[in-house]
């Protein structure tokens, strides 16, 4: 499966945005989803998961309360919605597609996309 995020820009501390990826192919239902994202400097971290149906939701303590992840079989596309953003939140953010179910660890997922950008001005 070839996934592509986008949605990605620049916003102020205390606002919002959604990220979308989407993926191409026929089996995206059949894939457990996940977001991560990459600040300059630091390792990429995990931000939140979502099962193939849909029906369990995954979060980093960091972003719980804050983002919201949901996916669109039917479109095969996979959302992160960011709210109350703040200027640790900037990163490069990653959607990420596994068969697998450990959704907290880079080395589960099979395939990448290639980015988005996220800058939080204070």
């Known amino acids: 499966v070839q996934l592509q995020a986008f949605g990605g820009g620049l916003v102020q501390a205390g606002g919002s945005l959604r990220l979308s990826c989407a993926a191409s192919?026929?089996?995206?239902?059949?894939?457990?989803m996940g977001w991560f994202r990459q600040a300059p400097g630091k390792e990429r971290e995990f931000v939140g998961g979502i099962n193939w149906s849909g029906g369990r939701t995954y979060y980093a303590d960091s972003v719980k309360g804050r983002f919201t992840i949901s996916r669109d079989n039917a479109k095969n596309t996979v959302y992160l919605q960011m709210n109350s953003l703040k200027p640790e939140d900037t990163a490069v953010y990653y959607c990420a597609a596994m068969t697998r179910d450990n959704y907290y660890y880079t080395s589960s997922y099979e395939y990448w996309g290639q980015g988005t950008e996220v800058t939080v001005s204070s």
């Open positions: 192919g026929r089996t995206f239902s059949s894939y457990n």
